[in-house]
């Protein structure tokens, strides 16, 4: 069976959305775009793949499939197990508005064998192999319905205006943990708790106060992903709260 072939738009606009992806995944090693070629069950690398489908100037699907030391790290971090949706959405976003303003959906861990043969069997999928000196270390794959035709996001994409490339980043050496560096997570503070019932929740109106489980003047909490990491004062910065840390709090403390 002849392998499908990739036209010149989907080259272009492949590579930038690979360029696009690189500059926000989490890697521990610096990475390249490869050429875009079609996928086959021979593109999938061992790890875990996320895939989304998304939708708006383009409707499509694209998949990353990242490998296992960053499944692992992101397992073994010291705040707890990450969600690796969450770590690797800023890629599956940033490779989907390559072709213009689109809406992703949430997404889903899949394997990687699984997700690239199901985008396989979807007309004009290409996959870009993203890799260092040595292997293939991560894949992103895509399929639009239909692709963009000659138009000018492509010709803006093929003169470098579309998508500014990451530099390459100096190899790190540091293990698992230095590539999370880059992944964000949601941090919130938490002036105390209650329980309430049902009946109390419907009752409440404008200008109720509602007695929470702390004592004024007491620390509040700092979480990151739902997890306590420290406590500290409340404080006006700009006219806008911030929290000074007062206390780290150890890792099975809270």
């Known amino acids: 069976m002849t392998a499908p072939t990739i036209t010149a738009p989907q080259m272009i606009l492949a590579r930038s959305a690979a360029d696009a992806a690189l500059a926000v995944l989490p890697t521990s090693r610096a990475l390249v775009a490869g050429d875009p070629v079609a996928p086959d069950a021979g593109t999938a690398i061992a790890g875990q793949a996320v895939t989304a489908r998304f939708t708006g100037a383009a409707s499509g699907e694209v998949v990353v499939v990242v490998g296992q030391?960053?499944?692992?790290?992101?397992?073994?971090?010291?705040?707890?197990?990450?969600?690796?949706?969450?770590?690797?959405?800023?890629?599956?976003?940033?490779?989907?508005?390559?072709?213009?303003?689109?809406?992703?959906?949430?997404?889903?861990?899949?394997?990687?064998?699984?997700?690239?043969?199901?985008?396989?069997?979807?007309?004009?999928?290409?996959?870009?192999?993203?890799?260092d000196d040595e292997d293939v270390r991560a894949v992103l794959a895509l399929a639009l319905s239909p692709w963009p035709g000659e138009d000018p996001l492509v010709a803006a994409a093929a003169g470098g205006g579309g998508v500014a490339q990451r530099a390459p980043a100096a190899p790190s050496r540091g293990g698992g943990l230095d590539m999370l560096h880059d992944v964000e997570m949601e941090v919130s503070a938490e002036l105390g708790r209650?329980?309430?019932?049902?009946?109390?929740?419907?009752?409440?109106?404008?200008?109720?106060?509602?007695?929470?489980?702390?004592?004024?003047?007491?620390?509040?909490?700092?979480l990151v992903n739902g997890r306590l990491i420290a406590r500290g004062e409340v404080v006006v910065v700009d006219e806008n709260f911030g929290i000074r840390i007062t206390e780290i709090v150890s890792p099975g403390a809270e």
């Open 194 to 222: 209650t329980r309430m019932s049902v009946r109390e929740l419907l009752s409440l109106t404008p200008g109720a106060i509602v007695e929470l489980d702390r004592a004024a003047g007491s620390p509040a909490d700092l």
């Open 69 to 131: 030391d960053l499944a692992d790290a992101l397992k073994e971090s010291p705040l707890g197990e990450l969600d690796l949706t969450a770590a690797v959405r800023p890629a599956l976003e940033a490779a989907s508005r390559v072709f213009g303003p689109v809406v992703l959906d949430p997404g889903q861990v899949m394997d990687p064998q699984v997700a690239i043969s199901a985008l396989a069997a979807k007309e004009g999928a290409v996959a870009i192999p993203l890799r």
